[in-house]
T-cell receptor
Framework: GAGVSQTPSNKVTEKGKYVELRCDPI?????LYWYRQSLGQGPEFLIY????????DSGLPNDRFFAVRPEGSVSTLKIQRTERGDSAVYLC?????????????????FGPGTRLTVL | GEDVEQSLFLSVREGDSSVINCTYT??????LYWYNQEPGAGLQLLTY?????DMKQDQRLTVLLNKKDKHLSLRIADTQTGDSAIYFC???????????FGKGTKLSVIP
């Protein structure tokens, strides 16, 4: 079946603009995660959804970042007033259930990411 | 906060074994993972180990966990040029959904 897909694959924007990044999780996966990977770094957790609700948004760097998942499937990460420091690859992952649950349910499947460049 | 450390580079000859090491600080880590990332591709889960295990073998991959020293390693037997990628160690605490990743080890395989 299809894996996690993310669009666009690349996004170039100017400082101060608004961007939306989309994630389509694997069908039937109830948990969805956003991570950010800066150059030369490992991914850093941003936000986690269980169903439609954001169960943990503690990784969002500031209030310019917001994410939604209105129907419990597709998610959109929204960044307002973009800054050059927001440039990174934004990764989405989905899993059947929460990590830390029974081992067979906890694999996070990652999408290819959206490379965001803020000029 | 939690921290995961890895060496940044490893170079091996094709056919040799590769050993990638990782240390972590969170004593409540429950699951420890190895992912890899090929250029332009997404993260791929290779294997994981539960904290009550000290070894797990999966085909060419062997994971060793020393919980006392908080040290995790990934051994790749008979390394091939197709194994060239960045390898990430990650951990999740008990009941946690957040993966904490290391910076990744770039494995280069010399033909």
């Amino acid at each position: 079946g299809a894996g996690v897909s993310q669009t666009p694959s690349n996004k170039v924007t100017e400082k101060g603009k608004y961007v939306e990044l989309r994630c389509d999780p694997i069908s039937g996966h109830t948990a969805l995660y956003w991570y950010r990977q800066s150059l030369g770094q490992g991914p850093e957790f941003l936000i986690y959804f269980q169903g439609t609700g954001a169960a943990d948004d503690s990784g969002l760097p500031n209030d310019r970042f917001f994410a939604v998942r209105p129907e419990g499937s597709v998610s959109t990460l929204k960044i307002q007033r973009t800054e050059r420091g927001d440039s990174a690859v934004y990764l989405c992952a989905s899993s059947l259930r929460v990590v830390g649950a029974a081992s067979g349910d906890n694999e996070q499947f990652f999408g290819p990411g959206t490379r965001l460049t803020v000029l | 906060g939690e921290d995961v450390e890895q060496s940044l580079f490893l170079s091996v000859r094709e056919g040799d074994s590769s050993v990638i090491n990782c240390t972590y600080t969170d004593s409540s880590s429950t699951y420890l993972y190895w992912y890899n990332q090929e250029p332009g591709a997404g993260l791929q889960l290779l294997t994981y180990i539960f904290s009550n295990m000290d070894m797990k073998q999966d085909q060419r991959l062997t994971v060793l966990l020393n919980k006392k020293d908080k040290h995790l390693s990934l051994r790749i037997a008979d390394t091939q040029t197709g194994d060239s990628a960045i390898y990430f160690c990650a951990e999740a605490g008990a009941g946690s959904y957040q993966l904490t990743f290391g910076k990744g080890t770039k494995l280069s395989v010399i033909p």
